[in-house]
């Protein structure tokens, strides 16, 4: 109802109650400027908090930004860091309602997402129970993949990009091109949630979901805990990509891996009652059994994700 211009936002909730989550990107630590530019780093602090509200079966409304930035950050790079936050809202009917700036030695994003309900119940984590099947929609895997390949310097960059401009200044040049495998890489800088199965998963019934932003098994753990159940994950269910299976090759390394514990692909893991028939995007990929926790058959030990604490 009223946006950027005054001390606060206005926002109407018909539903008289509002889905909030946040996080919090930092540069060296959730992005490169080296590695993704302005807008792509725009696009994916924006995905990963619309991809929480589509988590809960809600739509998202609205986002606020607080930015930390150096002096030297050229406005032509926050120009695109604003056009990647403008562009990932317009795919769900969002926009940024507003935020704060202030001096910083690197890059912070603190960004905070607002949806609504619209009548529905929240799909939270702990409804999952015995007997539930456990399906996936989105990709698995490939934004791991393409940080494996950025972290083993497998992936070059051509006229520079998001690092230094005239004089020193942080800015975008010509930007990024080039690199193996761009489908991969493309995928870490700027990641696809699917965004309309977030509201779909709640019409066809599901008891729980979760965004996979941490890798699958350590998010289903999320769920497993919550729900006082265990999971059960079957790997000959997943589609391993004919682009995982190369890229792995090249790196000497097991796609499912990647498919397992990579995070930030943004992709929704549920979990729906035995007698749902599940439409395509949604593949079952495990099941809720009586227990605890997660286990990967055919795996001794279930592998683990993203630890923000850890290494």
């Known amino acids: 109802m009223l946006g950027p211009g005054d001390d606060a936002a206005v926002l109407a909730a018909p539903d008289q109650r509002v889905v909030v989550t946040t996080d919090l990107l930092l540069e060296g630590r959730h992005f490169r400027l080296d590695w993704s530019s302005g807008y792509e780093i725009g696009r994916k602090a924006a995905a990963q908090n619309l991809s929480d509200v589509i988590a809960m079966g809600a739509t998202p409304t609205a986002l606020f930004v607080g930015l930390g930035m150096p002096p030297d950050t050229t406005i032509a790079w926050l120009d695109a860091l604003t056009d990647g936050f403008r562009d990932e ?58 940080l494996a390949l950025l972290s083993a310097g497998k992936a070059t960059m051509e006229a520079g990009t998001a690092t230094t401009g005239a004089g020193g200044a942080r800015g975008e040049t010509k930007g ?11 995928a870490h800088r700027r990641p696809e949630p699917p965004y309309d199965q977030g509201a779909r998963a709640a019409a066809l019934g599901a008891t729980a979901m979760v965004d996979v932003s941490d890798g699958l098994v350590q998010d289903l753990g999320h769920v497993a805990e919550a729900s006082g159940v265990g999971v059960v994950v079957e790997p000959a269910s997943f589609r391993v990509s004919a682009i995982l299976v190369e890229a792995a090759r090249y790196l000497g390394v097991d796609p499912l891996d990647w498919i397992l514990t990579g995070g930030e692909d943004h992709a929704l893991a549920a979990t729906f009652p035995p007698e749902v028939r599940l439409p395509p995007p949604w593949h079952v990929v495990g099941e809720v059994v009586q227990g605890q926790g997660v286990q990967v058959k055919g795996r001794a030990e279930a592998p683990g994700g993203w630890d923000h604490f850890r290494g």
């Not at 940024?96 to 905070?112: E, Q, W």
């Not at 080039?178 to 890489?185: A, D, I, K, T, V």
């Open 89 to 146: 809202c317009a795919l769900v009917g969002a926009s940024v309602a507003g935020g704060d700036i202030a001096r910083s030695d690197t890059i912070v994003l603190g960004v905070t997402a607002l949806g609504d309900l619209a009548g529905i119940a929240p799909i939270t984590r702990s409804g999952a129970r015995p007997g539930d099947q456990v399906a996936i929609a989105g990709r698995l895997g490939y934004a791991a993949a393409g």
């Open 176 to 186: 990024w091109v080039g690199g193996s495998f761009p489908e991969l890489l493309l």
